[in-house]
């Protein structure tokens, strides 16, 4: 079984600041693991991935998130806002592939504002 | 490459009535399509999943009958919602994952639901 935990809804920041989105997994396997971001009506564009090579991943737009197995996390982060980035972002695990479906577990997103 | 593209964008029925969403994996081969629900302000959640030419998989508490999933060919999934009632209204979003040995989920831009 697998599981994710993003571990706030909500995340304000403004422009020109750090961003942190903060995800947490559980998994009976080595999984593999995504953000996903969503801007509103609008579906889902990979941001990023982690499949078991380097743990620190480096994504579209400037985010990046390191894989930190002991604590079981896959953090979101970006040096600098931009109002562009205000949107809904989704930690999703999955297991293994060959693993049947491969399903994708999404945790309940969290959503960024960013002010000017 | 790998662009899933759903079709309506949006679309308005009466209760009651059926309606048909499309998804369309247009360059590449799907050999397997997801079909996800997402509620306002809440996470996806996967409804079934669809291999071409096979019945689909239901996911526990997804009705079938009230869903329907065709995957005829390679390119194209539908979904029709059957008799729908105002609780159907939500954002139903499908993905296609490729035959190519790739595990990768591409997702549509999402089809916005209301019943009337």
């Known amino acids: 079984a697998q599981s994710v935990t993003q571990l706030d809804s909500h995340v304000s920041v403004s422009e020109g600041t750090p961003v942190l989105l903060r995800c947490n997994y559980s998994?009976?396997?080595?999984?593999?693991l995504f953000w996903y971001v969503q801007h509103p009506n609008k579906g889902l564009q990979l941001l990023l991935k982690?499949?078991?090579?380097?743990?620190l991943v480096k994504g579209i737009n400037g985010f990046e998130a390191e894989f930190k197995k002991s604590e079981t996390s896959f953090h979101l982060t970006k040096p600098s806002a931009h109002m562009s980035d205000a949107a809904e972002y989704f930690c999703?695990?999955?297991?293994?592939?060959?693993?049947?479906?491969?399903?994708?577990?999404f945790g309940k997103g969290t959503m960024l504002l960013v002010s000017p | 490459g790998a662009v899933v593209s759903q079709h309506p964008s949006r679309v308005i029925c009466k209760s009651g009535t059926s309606v048909k969403i499309e998804c369309r994996s247009l360059?590449?081969?799907?050999?397997?399509m997801f079909w996800y629900r997402q509620f306002p302000k809440k996470s996806l959640m996967l409804m079934a999943t669809?291999?071409?030419?096979?019945?689909?998989?239901?996911e526990q508490g997804v009705e079938k009958d009230k869903f329907l999933i065709n995957h005829a060919s390679l390119t194209l999934s539908t979904l029709t919602v059957t008799s729908a009632h105002p609780e159907d209204s939500s954002f139903y979003i499908c993905?296609?994952?490729?035959?190519?040995?790739?595990?990768?989920?591409?997702f549509g831009p999402g089809t916005r639901l209301t019943v009337t």
């Open positions: 360059d590449f081969q799907a050999t397997t």
């Open positions: 982690y499949t078991s090579a380097a743990t």
């Open positions: 998994s009976s396997y080595s999984p593999s």
């Open positions: 669809s291999n071409e030419g096979s019945k689909a998989t239901y």
């Open positions: 993905s296609a994952r490729g035959g190519t040995g790739g595990d990768e989920q591409y």
């Open positions: 999703v695990v999955r297991a293994p592939p060959g693993g049947g479906y491969s399903t994708l577990t």
